[in-house]
Nanobody, 124 residues
Framework: QVQLVESGGGSVQAGGSLRLSCAAS????????MGWFRQAPGKEREFVAT????????NYADSLKSRFTIFRDNGKNTVYLQMNSLKPEDTAVYYC?????????????????WGQGTQVTVSS
């Protein structure tokens, strides 16, 4: 089993940027697809972005693709989420997760290992 630890969250003003990291330990994630999800208070967990094992294929929630970028460094066993032009509605706990296989569709139930999340708060 792999352990995933997210970091890089925090408080930022609207228009700012943050880079989230998801560091894996216990086993290599280099052969797995990875995803980022987020959950705002009172809302369901929602898909943000996913990346295949090599980093050569990515997919994003339609509303986020112009501002967010997912990428990975398999040598560091880490996946990242670069978030630019942040908006108050981006406020949520952000989670990374691992899945076997590849799909551009980000279904929560397809991901088996999850981190504990990192809080992102965007103020207006």
């Amino acid at each position: 089993q792999v352990q995933l630890v997210e970091s890089g969250g925090g408080s930022v003003q609207a228009g700012g940027s943050l880079r989230l990291s998801c560091a894996a330990s216990g086993r290599s994630i280099s052969t797995y697809s990875m995803g980022w999800f987020r959950q705002a208070p009172g809302k369901e967990r929602e898909f943000v972005a996913t990346i295949n094992w090599s980093g050569g294929i990515t997919n994003y929630a339609d509303s986020l693709k112009s501002r967010f970028t997912i990428f990975r460094d398999n040598g560091k066993n880490t996946v990242y989420l670069q978030m630019n032009s942040l908006k108050p509605e981006d406020t949520a706990v952000y989670y990374c997760a691992r899945r076997a296989g590849w799909s551009p569709i980000g279904r929560v139930n397809d991901y088996g290992d999850w981190g504990q999340g990192t809080q992102v708060t965007v103020s207006s």
